[in-house]
């Protein structure tokens, strides 16, 4: 199959080399230095001691690549405007798009099923309806990535989790659907996990509720997830956090599974740490300002999230990293 990657950083470019090595034809759309090197160069993977180099097409100019069989897109939630304006030429008369992206998505509120509590307004996170505009529904696919990665130079990938590679993917309706089935196929063959996923948004929340908490955490103290976890003073502050979480989580998605303290912590900085240390864009609206709309719907009391959502802000705000028109 034809296969872009929209947005091949740590783990997009993780996904390309594992989907070329399986025998398609994968095209990422990336920039800069990682560009030039994947160019001269191909991408490499790094497992452990293991090493894998593939050869892939890339450019910054998704017109060069053509019309796709799927798109992924790995971009951050940030990065909605480059993606609104280069996603067309990519795509043939049927082809979809999987968002695999941290937090709260665009499309929410598209196909939701009828169970499913009403959202928010999450029109920010889509400023200007940019995406809606040229996405249609039957487009969609959710996607929500569990793996931990890093770019170490410029072409080369590390893996920090090869225990857990994980892409699930789902209808933004909740149906069962051929292309689905064919596309967690092909994730496998890959040796990406890719388990049946029945309600994509409980997905998404699982991993929303570690991430709207723990990874806020990480990014105030500038210390992995396992570190923030096993810190004695964070002992009290974690658990009242995550009860906040869950009460958000399940308010809107109720079978969402609770998250516990005691969970798996990898000795990792999360993608928003990672970001605020590299002085790149920061996903405050997906992975905080939409957690907090929501709350605010349900009418729950969320004061240790509040209060992070602030410390959060305003460290991104500071450093240049954040801007948005509600704060001025």
């Known amino acids: 199959m034809r296969i872009c990657i929209f947005g091949a950083g740590a783990v997009g470019s993780h996904f390309a080399v594992r989907l070329a090595l399986s025998g398609h034809d994968v095209s990422c759309v990336m920039r800069g230095p ?32 053509g019309a796709q069989d799927f798109v992924i897109s790995t971009l ?7 993606l609104a304006t280069g996603l067309r030429p990519l795509l043939g008369d049927d082809t979809p798009v999987v968002f695999a992206q ?51 130079e410029p072409g080369v990938v590390a893996n920090l ?13 909740d149906r069962q659907s051929e292309r689905i089935a064919r596309l967690r196929a092909t994730l496998e063959e890959a040796s990406i996990a890719s388990p049946p996923a029945a309600r994509i948004r409980e997905a998404i929340w699982s991993k929303l509720l570690t991430n709207m908490s723990m990874s806020i955490l990480c990014l105030l103290t500038g210390q992995t997830a396992r570190a923030v976890r096993d810190e004695p003073a964070l002992r009290d502050v974690i658990p009242r956090l995550l009860d906040e979480a869950n009460a958000v989580g399940q308010s809107c998605c109720p079978t969402v599974k609770r998250v516990i303290r005691g969970g798996p912590a990898p000795e990792h900085k999360p993608s928003i740490l990672q970001d605020y240390e590299l002085g790149r864009a920061m996903e405050i609206d997906a992975l905080v300002r939409a957690p907090a709309a929501f709350a605010r719907a349900a009418g729950l009391p969320t004061p240790m999230l ?23």
């Open 34 to 65: 990682h560009l030039d090197a994947v160019k001269a160069r191909g991408l490499t993977l790094r497992v452990g001691d293991a090493s894998f180099n593939a050869k892939v097409k890339a450019s910054e100019d998704p017109a060069t690549l």
């Open 76 to 82: 951050k939630a940030t990065g909605v405007g480059s």
């Open 102 to 152: 941290n937090g709260i998505p665009w499309w929410y509120d598209i196909g939701l099923p009828a169970d499913h509590p009403r959202p928010p307004d999450l029109a920010f996170l889509d400023p200007g309806g940019r995406l809606r505009a040229i996405v249609p529904k039957q487009r969609i696919i959710g996607g929500v990535i569990f793996s931990a990665n890093e770019v170490v």
């Open 161 to 173: 989790s090869p225990e857990r590679n994980m892409l699930l993917i789902g209808e933004c309706d």
């Open 306 to 328: 509040d209060m992070l959502a602030g410390l959060a802000i305003q460290k991104a705000r500071d450093k240049g990293l954040y801007q948005a028109d509600w704060l001025a």
